[in-house]
């Protein structure tokens, strides 16, 4: 009787051996099953869940840009940025910068941070002493239907229709809080290899919000009205881009 | 003792000295004026030799970012490229003057050659390409112009995105109003390839006339 109940006990024991063992083995693959396709379904969804805007601070490092009245517009543009991206980051929205620091990136390397990112929106930001309140330029290219290949220094190409519909944004936005605009089209580099809505911003001295006078470039009060003027036409722009359902800046 | 003729000869070399000095002085200073007053005269002087005609230069204003239509009448050569350099010598020379609305200095020193070259022999195609336009619109007859403009012009150039756009808007709505057979404008500096002309705009593409040319008085 002994040794049908010791028989019995290590039958039971082996088959539970294996059972936990069947269990382990089912739970490693399910688990390696999730790890495998997880990185995928980032892919899909980082992009249309995610609204970024690239920042692209004209010239830096070796590049000084325009000789502006009190300094350089590598500077000046660092200097804008970084007050605009503090703006935006207050507002929920994702920023990407190109330089932080007087660092030399060249247009390629500011196009290739763009399409990295995956950005709905890039802002090449500018300075000049020539002209009046804020110039917005768009590429001159013409516009072609996104292809699955795109030629490097013509991306842009195929995103000229969502740029123009961006500084119309930014024009209304800027318009509205009283700054002087002109739109314009531009044979600029770093944003011809852009494939996001991409719009080349450039701020010139503008006018007094009482209209006395001319504003300098470095007034405090002229600056924070064209940041609070592009951050409200970014907001206005995410908003247009979730009503339209179209989440990607990779989709022209 | 000094003898007498001496004296008398002494006199009179001295008296020619001064003369001749007196005479030396004011030839110098005529000259001088003449020289002075050529110069002020020399960008608008016209050549005996060339007849008067009537060009369209597209002036550009930085103000208005615009580039709007200015008739000149102007003695221009018979050859078409040196027809075009003198285009553009007069419209470079209103960018320099006193009060441009487009100011940039360099006048009609700022532009060494302009070759006026046949699109389909002239035209690299990978950099018309890179243009992004389509080359469908080119047709036989259709010239490319290479602007070879001088290294001081674009080292003097303000920098900045709308006032260099301005001035390849107006060169290339210049050459397209004063040569319509120009649909091609390219440009060199001093006989060499540069990326920007001031550190902005695109010097490396091939601008189509087609995409330069804006309606009258209108924005760019």
């Known amino acids: ?252 | 003792m000094i003898p007498r003729h001496q004296s008398i000869l002494f006199i009179v070399l001295l008296v020619a000295s001064i003369t001749l000095g007196v005479v030396l002085w004011t030839t110098l200073d005529r000259a001088h004026k003449r020289m002075l007053a050529s110069q002020e005269s020399a960008p608008t002087q016209a050549p005996q030799v060339a007849p008067s005609e009537q060009a369209t230069l597209m002036v550009a204003n930085d103000a208005e970012n615009s580039v709007t239509p200015r008739v000149f009448s102007l003695p221009l050569p018979q050859n078409p490229e040196a027809r075009a350099r003198a285009v553009l010598g007069k419209l470079f020379d209103l960018d320099a003057a006193p009060g441009a609305t487009h100011p940039v200095p360099g006048g009609v020193s700022s532009i060494n050659e302009v070759f006026l070259l046949p699109v389909a022999a002239g035209t690299d195609p990978a950099a018309a390409r890179s243009s992004g336009a389509p080359r469908s619109g080119s047709a036989a007859g259709d010239d490319l112009a290479v602007v070879n403009l001088a290294g001081t012009f674009v080292s003097s150039h303000p920098s900045g995105l709308e006032t260099e756009t301005l001035t390849i808007l107006s060169i290339c709505a210049t050459l397209h109003a004063n040569f319509p057979t120009v649909t091609e404008v390219r440009f060199l500096v001093d006989g060499q390839q540069r990326p920007t002309l001031a550190g902005h705009a695109d010097l490396t593409r091939t601008y189509l006339t087609s995409e330069t040319v804006p309606a009258q008085g209108a924005n760019p």
Not at chain 1, 191 to 197: F, N, V, Y
């Open chain 1, 1 to 252: 009787m002994r040794e049908r109940k010791r028989i019995l006990q290590a039958f039971f024991s082996a088959r539970s051996l294996e059972r936990v063992a069947m269990a382990g083995i089912s739970t490693v693959a399910i688990i390696v099953l999730f790890a495998l396709l997880s990185p995928i379904a980032f892919a899909q969804t980082q992009p249309a869940e995610r609204f970024v805007v690239l920042l692209d601070p004209a010239h830096g490092g070796t590049d000084s840009g325009a000789r502006l009245d009190s300094e350089t517009e590598k500077a000046y543009t660092l200097a804008f940025s970084v007050r605009l991206r503090s703006l935006l980051m207050a507002r929920g929205i994702d920023v990407v910068i190109t330089r932080d620091s007087d660092a030399t990136v060249d247009p390629s390397q500011r196009a290739a941070v763009a399409d990295h990112v995956h950005a709905q929106a890039c802002l090449s930001l500018h300075a000049s002493e020539s002209g009046s309140g804020v110039h917005i330029f768009v590429s001159s290219l013409a516009p072609v239907q996104q292809n699955s290949m795109l030629p490097w220094k013509t991306a842009q190409a195929a995103w000229i229709e969502r740029s123009t519909a961006l500084a119309g944004v930014i024009n209304s936005a800027l318009a509205h809080a009283g700054t002087t605009v002109t739109l314009g089209r531009i044979a600029l580099p770093a944003i011809d290899s852009m494939t996001c809505p991409a719009v080349a911003v450039e701020i010139a001295p503008g006018q007094s919000s009482d209209n006395s006078g001319a504003t300098s470039l470095d007034s405090p009060d002229y600056q924070s009205r064209v940041a609070d003027a592009l951050a409200a036409a970014l907001l206005e722009w995410r908003s247009e881009d979730w009503r339209s359902g179209d989440r990607g800046g990779r989709q022209p």
